[in-house]
């Protein structure tokens, strides 16, 4: 049996970056369960499932652009200082959330703080990154 759209699937994974380091792993946990063609996970990875037979493993890379997209300078941006919170200095290197005026939540890493301006980068933290997945698949439904 081989995993197609539509299907439910269980898996394991180890994800790295290109230095080795791991950025995600389903080991100690239970495995990821999504459902093939509903877009639950990145492009890249739901591609490299289908077609796998239950129990196979394999190692694929994703590049960024199928993974969490190229890193945009358009999504780093600066807001007045007086927008925010008065201990927002200590947010500093951290990754908050926001929201904007319709109701969108999005997370934000805080890059710089002066006594003007925030600024922000709202890309994701793996955009730009190609990502090697170690996968095996456990579970067709």
């Not at 394991?12 to 990821?32: A, I, K, Q, W």
């Not at 694929?60 to 807001?79: D, M, N």
């Not at 947010?91 to 925030?118: M, P």
């Amino acid at each position: 049996m081989k995993a197609e759209k539509g299907n439910t699937v269980k898996v394991h994974y180890t994800g790295t970056l290109n230095d080795g380091s791991v950025f995600d792993t389903s080991n100690g946990r239970e495995p990821l369960e999504f459902t093939l063609g509903t877009g639950q996970v990145i492009p890249g990875f739901e591609e490299a499932i289908i077609g796998m037979e239950l129990g196979e493993k394999k190692t694929i890379t994703i590049p960024s652009k199928e993974a969490y997209g190229e890193y945009s300078e358009e999504k780093v941006f600066e807001l007045p200082k007086q927008n925010f919170p008065p201990n927002i200095d200590e947010a500093l290197g951290q990754t908050v959330q926001l929201g904007d005026s319709t109701g969108n939540v999005f997370l934000a890493k805080i890059l710089e703080v002066t006594d003007e301006i925030v600024k922000m980068d709202t890309n994701h933290p793996l955009a730009g990154k190609d990502l090697t997945f170690e996968i095996e698949l456990i579970e067709i439904n």
